[in-house]
C-alpha cells in the first residue's frame, strides 16, 4: 500500500497519461506523480498531514543544473532495508513543531511533544546519467555528485528532489510502514512537468538561486 500524490496511475499508466489527466499538485505545470509508502499503526493507515517536495541544488554551481528530462521515472530508498533506525541515526522519522520527548519500545520512531507532528524528509540523488529516462530498478541510471559537481557516469546536474511527509501522528510504539521498518521508507518520481513551465522554473528559481513558491513572481 503507497500513498499517492498528483495524478491518478496505475501500473500501465504513462507520461502522456499523467499530462492528461487531473493532478493534485498546486504548481502549475506539474502533473508528475510521487508516492511513498503507506504509514500505519497497528494496521491502520495513519493519515498524512501535509506532503511538499522540493526543487533546489545541492551542487556547487547551480547554473550546471538542467530541468529533468521528460518521462524520468526515479526511486529513491530501499524497500527491502529492514534495519533498526535508532535516535541519531541516518534515514529515521523526526519530529516537526515540537521535540522528541522518547522514544518507541523498539527504539524506531520518535514519541513527540503535543503541538507536534511525525515527519520524514526523503532527498533524491540529482546526478542523471544523460542517457536512460529509467533503469531495471529505478535508480542506476542516478548517481551521486562528487565534489559539488555531476561527474563520471553521471554528468548531468538535475533538480535535487526532497519530499517533505508530515503524518497526523505524535510517533511512537505501534508504527510501521506497509514495506516494513522505518528503515524502508522510500519515494518514487514519475515526472510529467510540462516542459515549458519546470523550464522556467529551473532558469529563474534554481540557476539564479533565487527562493519561489509555486508560482513566484517578481519585481
Not at 502549475?28 to 506523480?33: I, L, T, V
Not at 529513491?76 to 541519531?88: L, P, S, Y
Not at 527504539?107 to 515527519?119: D, E, K, S, T
Amino acid at each position: 500500500m503507497h500513498t499517492f500524490f498528483g495524478p491518478v496511475v496505475d501500473a500501465t499508466t504513462t507520461t502522456a497519461d499523467l499530462l492528461a489527466r487531473r493532478t493534485t499538485c498546486d504548481a502549475p505545470g506539474d502533473n508528475s506523480a510521487y508516492w511513498v509508502p503507506q504509514l500505519m499503526r497497528d494496521g491502520k493507515p495513519v493519515k498524512i498531514k501535509s506532503f511538499r517536495v522540493y526543487y533546489g541544488a545541492r551542487v556547487k554551481d547551480p547554473s550546471k543544473v538542467v530541468p529533468f528530462p521528460p518521462g524520468l521515472v526515479v526511486v529513491q530508498g530501499d524497500a527491502k532495508r529492514q534495519v533498526a533506525t535508532r535516535n541519531g541515526g541516518s534515514g529515521e522519522f523526526w519530529c516537526a513543531g515540537s521535540a522528541e520527548i522518547g522514544r518507541s519500545a523498539d527504539g524506531n520512531w520518535p514519541i513527540c511533544a503535543p503541538g507536534g507532528n511525525l515527519i520524514f524528509q526523503l532527498v533524491f540523488q540529482d546526478c542523471w546519467d544523460g542517457k536512460h529516462i529509467d533503469s531495471p530498478n529505478h535508480k542506476s541510471h542516478m548517481g551521486p555528485m562528487k565534489d559539488g559537481r555531476c561527474t563520471g557516469e553521471y554528468p548531468v546536474a538535475v533538480p535535487n528532489l526532497s519530499f517533505m511527509v508530515n503524518y497526523e501522528s505524535l510517533g511512537g510504539d505501534g508504527l510501521s510502514l506497509s514495506s516494513g521498518m522505518a528503515s524502508s521508507m522510500h519515494g518514487d518520481f514519475a515526472n510529467a512537468w510540462k516542459p515549458a513551465n519546470l523550464g522556467a522554473l529551473v532558469k529563474v528559481c534554481i540557476v539564479a538561486s533565487a527562493k519561489c513558491g509555486t508560482t513566484p513572481s517578481f519585481g
